[in-house]
């Protein structure tokens, strides 16, 4: 069976000052607790994109971010699904039989 996990201290920024920077960057963390002892592996999915979740060094601590030109990057918000490490792979195989994803996400963080 899957763990269970409980998520906490979710904060999210993204970059408000265009004039000061060269890129839009939007980041999403969080703490999580799982049922299971070691430590969780997670992916975030944001539309069709999918990325690694990086574990902090501070205990259960984790982080997703990415960035884009100003104009490519569109107005928010964002929806930062996270998924487990089978929720990912399920996600995969959909994707790549192009059927849509029932997925559920174990959190779902919105970047406004």
């Not at 265009?18 to 070691?38: G, N, Q």
């Not at 975030?44 to 971010?65: I, Q």
């Not at 107005?75 to 039989?97: C, D, H, K, M, W």
Request: charged fraction near 25%.
């Amino acid at each position: 069976a899957a763990a269970t996990c409980q998520f906490s201290d979710v904060s999210t920024y993204t970059t408000t000052d265009k004039m000061m920077s060269s890129k839009t960057v939007l980041i999403a963390e969080f703490k999580a607790k799982c049922s299971s002892d070691a430590e969780a592996k997670f992916f975030a999915a944001v539309g069709d994109d999918v990325l690694p979740v990086v574990a902090s060094t501070e205990s259960n601590s984790y982080e997703v971010s990415w960035s884009g030109e100003h104009k490519a990057v569109k107005n928010g918000p964002y929806t930062v699904n996270i998924l487990s490490e089978e929720g990912f792979a399920a996600l995969r195989r959909a994707q790549r039989s192009g059927a849509t994803s029932d997925v559920k996400p174990l959190k779902s963080i919105t970047i406004e």
